[in-house]
């Protein structure tokens, strides 16, 4: 965020945070765009009204190195600004005074349209399986299952590997972290839970002395 509004920076930052995200504020814009290279944020918020700088040659300059989504704030509410902000490549705009919840709404929904989701890569399918792994929600037949987060990583691990093998060194490895102590037989009684809560036991195989493999291909029959 560059921002030199004491009390708008440190309101909007808090939103954010609580929203989720990690704020950096710089109070001009020499700092700002010095933050900016060095940090290489997902986002900036950019105040057009800064004491060393014109916001919209600000806003050129992060334009020019690079393509970081900018949400403009300004105190101008003249048609001609927004068009002009527009322009210069930012993604949003918001007249001051403004609701913090708007503007983190409004960075969410810029983030969204900045890193779009390829549902490819996100959900993986399984005949009636769907593993989200962006949402970390899974569906079996037309219903969510509810996991804790070993359980769901688990069967993401899993899941990545249709048909494959997955050994219960590299579940180990993957899901606990090689920091971890326990032993292979955490996996298993992990594996087991899964089992349990997914309600179809055949859908994880075990491979004797070696770790587990889940179905490919449809499994739409019923248990
Ligand atoms: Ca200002």
Redesign the pocket.
């Given at each position: 965020m560059i921002?030199?509004?004491e009390a708008?920076g440190s309101l909007v930052g808090a939103y954010l945070e609580q929203a989720g995200f990690d704020v950096v504020r710089e109070c001009t814009g020499e700092a700002g765009l010095d933050a900016v290279e060095r940090r290489q944020p997902r986002f900036v918020v950019l105040?057009?009204?800064?004491?060393d700088f014109d916001g919209f040659e600000l806003c050129r300059r992060l334009r020019g190195s690079g393509d970081v989504p900018i949400l403009i704030?300004t105190?101008r509410d003249e048609e001609a600004d927004r068009i002009i902000g527009l322009e210069l490549g930012a993604d949003d705009y918001l007249t001051k005074p403004f609701s913090p919840r708007e503007l983190v709404a409004r960075v969410r929904a810029v983030l969204r349209r900045a890193e779009p989701v390829t549902p490819e890569s996100q959900v993986i399918a399984l005949g009636d399986l769907r593993v989200d792994l962006r949402s970390r929600r899974v569906m079996l037949g037309g219903l969510t299952v509810g996991l804790r987060t070993l359980e769901f990583e688990l069967l993401a691990e899993l899941a990545r590997h249709p048909g494959q093998v997955v050994t219960r060194d590299r579940l180990l490895d993957r899901v606990w972290g090689l920091s971890f102590a326990g032993g292979t037989r955490t996996v298993d009684v992990h594996v087991a839970q899964l089992r349990k809560k997914l309600g179809r036991p055949d859908l994880i195989q075990t491979v004797r002395g070696v770790g587990y493999r889940i179905l490919e291909g449809p499994v739409s029959r019923e248990a």
């Open positions: 921002e030199d509004d708008i105040d057009l009204g800064l004491p704030l105190a």
